[in-house]
């Protein structure tokens, strides 16, 4: 199993960018397919962006598609989202997380991910 840390969350003003890293401990990072999701105040946790293990296939939601990049590092065990153009509706506590080979049906929602991080703060002020 992996047990994925967040960092790189802040405060940044709207149309600024900011990196996140996750680093996901454990054995075979590069057998888990590695996912983003966030959640804001009130809101449930949704679906950000995610990426494949193997061929490294990558998938976002429409809301963050053209402004948020993910990658992988799995020599580092690394995955890092990307996030340019933010607006406030970005503001969310957003968490890395893990599962084996790929999400169940490949349904790319929370309760497909079975490894969490702790969650990291992002603040984007208008």
């Known amino acids: 199993q992996v047990q994925p840390v967040e960092s790189g969350g802040g405060l940044v003003q709207t149309g600024g960018s900011l990196s996140l890293s996750c680093t996901a401990s454990?054995?075979?990072?590069?057998?888990?397919?590695m996912g983003w999701f966030r959640q804001g105040p009130g809101n449930e946790r949704e679906f950000v962006a995610a990426?494949?293990?193997?061929?490294?296939?990558?998938y976002y939601a429409d809301s963050v598609k053209g402004r948020f990049t993910i990658s992988r590092d799995n020599a580092k065990s690394t995955v890092t989202l990307q996030m340019n153009s933010l607006n406030t509706e970005d503001t969310a506590v957003y968490y890395c997380?893990?599962?084996?080979?790929?999400?169940?049906?490949?349904?790319?929602?929370?309760?497909?991910?079975?490894?969490w991080g702790q969650g990291t703060q992002v603040t984007v002020s208008s």
């Open positions: 997380a893990a599962v084996l080979f790929d999400p169940y049906n490949n349904d790319f929602t929370a309760q497909s991910f079975d490894y």
């Open positions: 454990g054995h075979t990072f590069s057998r888990y397919t």
């Open positions: 990426i494949r293990w193997g061929d490294d296939r990558t």
